[in-house]
């Protein structure tokens, strides 16, 4: 790296063309995330003394979107291209900064302002194609550079197009645009070898797809499908039963979600029983040796919004686990990495994005630290650490699944999802993980790998203590006071966020309150939507028989008051709330949402309603009323509830089934995981 001059340096006696240049080399070496967040300090002090000029601002807002800036950032743009209409460099950064705040309309009319689709002039139109391109709108880009290559023989338009179609790996199409000016290219111009390449990887890629298959086919998702089946037929050696194994669980984050806070649990429980001096249980015969954390990210963006990355950190510290972030570590390429010669090489080079990114800084520490277990969380961290786990040669890797598959929540879904998974499902050693029956079906049905390939791993969730702090039962007492009529309390415990669907739960504790008017109502949690619920709760007169507690360290003592909770949300993994309502005896109703159903016994310890997409608030009234009437009529709901949570939910069990996935059989045939039902869903 450029050696920089000091801070100390960065005063008012530079010239601004000594800032312009020492901001642009700032910007040129600041590719890397953490780079451009280590260097933004420096260059807003060299460039102090400077901003009322337009390419020093110019400079520092690249520098910014470089580091992951994003409070603001939209309306400094605009700012700056009020001030430089014609620089259609600012236009570019402006739109594709829309784009990032998903604000594609917006983005698409900047584009049409400055360089509208009615200009005859090519070269306008060429700079309206390639904008277009940069913004993501590629159906508009690629139509209009067709239109282009068809109606003018300008090579360059040809080239430009191709090279933005490789970099999109549309390998196929880029050949197929070139191919007929290949002759007419200079010998060594950049187009010419830009032609040779794409002739080279298209002979290449022919080796493992036909041609129709490549056609519009994206080649890194195939260059990572053929990465993965080259260890279809490698060979695990046999781990002795009993002996001690060591464990890596890899996830995308530590903030404050229900899979962050199952890992970090599960990483404590471990590392206790590695710790531990206690013989081995028939249930747990193996013992953990070593337990590590590996995340992708937990430290705040500088000058980013804090979104709590860090949640579970504490917690892992405390208990001496050993955390690794994965973007603090180097990226190692490909060809200074131990890689087995022939065609693998090469297909490395040619990832996704997020997939090169695990192989270049998750594989080298796998390899230089092995582990005989990988647990891989969610399906990101699935995408960017499966093939480095499996380059650095991990006998045991387990894809765990932590609710719906991304093909139902769209906003989730990428194309290498189920090549990912089906190339992956070839490879001995892998191990599919659900945390219910309902995600792992879904997840079978979608990538048509047998339902008993999955293992199911409940969530492991200790029992709530019921003690409260002297502020909860203030608050408490006080609502009782004001409610003293009230025969029956209905509670809930989500985040006031949009999947959770407060507005409607809002709307059932107004609907049940006509034919319950001496029901009361308590909801802990809070989020984005509280205004939006206290509100509504205004609106609907339920405000006087409503009681927002917020966030609580005392979830157990506002259960203890509840004669039923109820859980509207769209979306679940496997809903903790349910478990913990369950383990205090508390008799709940649910929308089907991912594994809900799986938390309590229907008609028994609760209710499941019909429709996860469209609730009926009559029927949630109607179970509601019958799961509340039979708990006050029948104390064996309680007993039966938490007998049943203790049973399936407890830590113990969610240790030994974890453990029992660190060393699959494999079948004496043919070398594959050995996914009997017996051993998979069927025995959760």
Known sequence: MKRLRSTEQADATFTLQQVQAQLADIVAESGRVQIAQDNLTRAKVLAAEHMEDSKVRFLLLRLQESAGLNE???????????????DLQIVRYCAT?????????????????????????????????KLLGDIRAHEQSDALFRRLISQHTDRNMRAEFAKRLRKRGLLADAFEVIAPVVKHLAPGSKAAELAE?????????????????????????????HAILHFRDRKIAEHAMGKSVSVALVTGSLGPGGAERQLTRLAGELTRMAKSRKR???????????????????????G????????????????????????????????HQAVPEGSLPRLLEQLPPPVHYGVTRLAPVLRAKPFDVVSLWQDGTCLFGALAALLAGTPTIHLVFRGLPPNI????????YPELYQALAQVPGVVFVSNSRKAAQ????????PIERFHILYNGVPELATDASAADEAMWAAFHASTGDATETIGGVFRLEPDKRPQLWIKLAALYLKEHPHARFVIVGDGRLRENIEALAQELRVTDRLLLVGLSNHVGYWYSQMDASVLLSRYEGLPNVLIEAQLLGVPVVSTPAGGAGECFVENETGHLLSDVVHPDLHEACEKLTSIVKKAHSNEDVGVRSRRRAQKLFSLEAMLAKFLSLCIPALSANDGHIDMAPERGLMRA
């Not at 603001?72 to 605009?78: D, N, S, T, V």
């Not at 298209?202 to 499908?225: H, N, P, T």
């Not at 081995?280 to 500088?302: C, G, I, N, Y």
């Open 409 to 416: 929540r769209k906003d989730r879904f990428r194309a290498e």
């Open 197 to 225: 390449g794409l002739a080279s990887d298209y002979a290449f890629y022919q080796r493992f797809e036909s041609e129709e298959e490549l056609a519009g086919k994206d080649v890194r998702i195939v260059s990572m499908k």
């Open 442 to 449: 879904a997840y079978a049905e979608w990538l048509d790998i």
């Open 280 to 302: 081995r249980s028939a249930e747990t015969p193996m013992r953990p040796k070593k337990v590590e954390v590996l995340v992708k990210q937990h430290t705040e963006p500088t």
């Open 72 to 86: 603001g950032m939209a309306e400094q743009w605009a700012t700056l291209l009020q001030e430089c209409p014609d």
């Open 304 to 335: 980013s919004p804090k979104r709590q990355d860090d949640f579970f950190l504490p917690v892992l510290t405390k208990a001496h686990i050993p955390v690794t972030e994965i973007n603090r570590l180097p990226a190692v390429s490909v060809s």
């Open 97 to 129: 900064r829309l784009v990032k705040e998903r604000r594609l309309e917006e983005a698409l009319s900047l584009v049409d302002h400055h360089l509208p689709d009615a200009t005859h002039d090519a070269s306008r139109l060429f700079a309206r194609a």
